[in-house]
T-cell receptor, first 118, second 115 residues
Framework: GAVVSQHPSWVICKSGTSVKIECRSL??????MFWYRQFPKQSLMLMAT?????????EQGVEKDKFLINHASLTLSTLTVTSAHPEDSSFYIC??????????????FGPGTRLTVT | AQKITQTQPGMFVQEKEAVTLDCTYD???????LFWYKQPSSGEMIFLIY??????QNATEGRYSLNFQKARKSANLVISASQLGDSAMYFC????????????FGKGNQVVVIP
C-alpha cells in the first residue's frame, strides 16, 4: 500500500511554455501533499505544502505565481510551472501523507518528474 | 540555520562490509522524528528507517540500524553486509513537532559499493 505516482516521469518543454505535473495517491487519501525540487547532486528542497481544498503554503523564496499548486481532491495534486525558463530545469518530487500513513513513514514519495526547459 | 548536517564525502564500501553514514541535527523541539531515505540513480526516494525522539531503543530494519545519540544530536545510519544494490545517495531528514509532516533534508551521502 501507500503508492504515490507522478506523471509525466520526464518532460521537455520550450522556454516560455507551461508544464503541469500530476501527483496521485493510488491507494490512500492524501490530506497533505508536498512538492520538492532537487537540482543535480543536491538535496531535496521543499517548495510548498498543499492541503486538500485549501491554498498551498509556499516556502520562502518560492514564487507562488510561477509554481501553481492545486490540491482539488484527496488523491490528486498538480504543480504547474508557468512560463518555464531553463533555470527551472530540475527534478520535481511529490510526497503525500494522509489516512494511510501507516507506521512512521509519514510521507510517501512519488518517483519524480524530470523537467528540462530548452 | 541548517537543521540536518551530513558532511561525509562520497564513500566507497567493499561488498559485505558495514558502512556508517553520519547525520547530526539541530532542534529545540523535544518532539521530533528522524528519517533515513535512499535515493538510487533512478530518483525515487525509498524510506529506510525512522527514529522518534522519545524512542528508548535504537531503530532497526533488517540490515539498517540507526545509532541514535540524543545528547549529541546524532542519528547515524549503519548498513550492515553491504550489497551492490546499496549504491545510492542517502538522505537524513527530520520532522519537528506533532501533526507537522514537513521534512527537512540533509545534503546526502553518496555510497558506492564495490565488489
Amino acid at each position: 500500500g501507500a503508492v504515490v505516482s507522478q506523471h509525466p516521469s520526464w518532460v521537455i518543454c520550450k522556454s516560455g511554455t507551461s508544464v503541469k505535473i500530476e501527483c496521485r495517491s493510488l491507494d490512500f487519501q492524501a490530506t497533505t501533499m508536498f512538492w520538492y525540487r532537487q537540482f543535480p547532486k543536491q538535496s531535496l528542497m521543499l517548495m510548498a505544502t498543499s492541503n486538500e481544498g485549501s491554498k498551498a503554503t509556499y516556502e520562502q523564496g518560492v514564487e507562488k505565481d510561477k509554481f501553481l499548486i492545486n490540491h482539488a481532491s484527496l488523491t490528486l495534486s498538480t504543480l504547474t510551472v508557468t512560463s518555464a525558463h531553463p533555470e527551472d530545469s530540475s527534478f520535481y518530487i511529490c510526497s503525500a501523507s494522509g489516512t494511510l500513513t501507516i507506521g512512521v513513514a509519514e510521507q510517501y514519495f512519488g518517483p519524480g518528474t524530470r523537467l528540462t526547459v530548452t | 540555520a541548517q537543521k540536518i548536517t551530513q558532511t561525509q564525502p562520497g564513500m566507497f564500501v567493499q561488498e559485505k562490509e558495514a558502512v556508517t553514514l553520519d547525520c547530526t541535527y539541530d532542534t529545540s523541539d523535544p518532539s521530533y522524528g528522524l528519517f533515513w531515505y535512499k535515493q538510487p540513480s533512478s530518483g525515487e526516494m525509498i524510506f529506510l528507517i525512522y527514529q522518534g525522539s522519545y524512542d528508548q531503543q535504537n531503530a532497526t530494519e533488517g540490515r539498517y540500524s540507526l545509532n541514535f545519540q540524543k545528547a549529541r544530536k546524532s542519528a547515524n545510519l549503519v548498513i550492515s553486509a553491504s550489497q551492490l544494490g546499496d549504491s545510492a545517495m542517502y538522505f537524513c531528514a527530520m520532522r519537528e513537532g506533532h501533526g507537522n509532516n514537513r521534512l527537512a533534508f540533509g545534503k546526502g551521502n553518496q555510497v558506492v559499493v564495490i565488489p
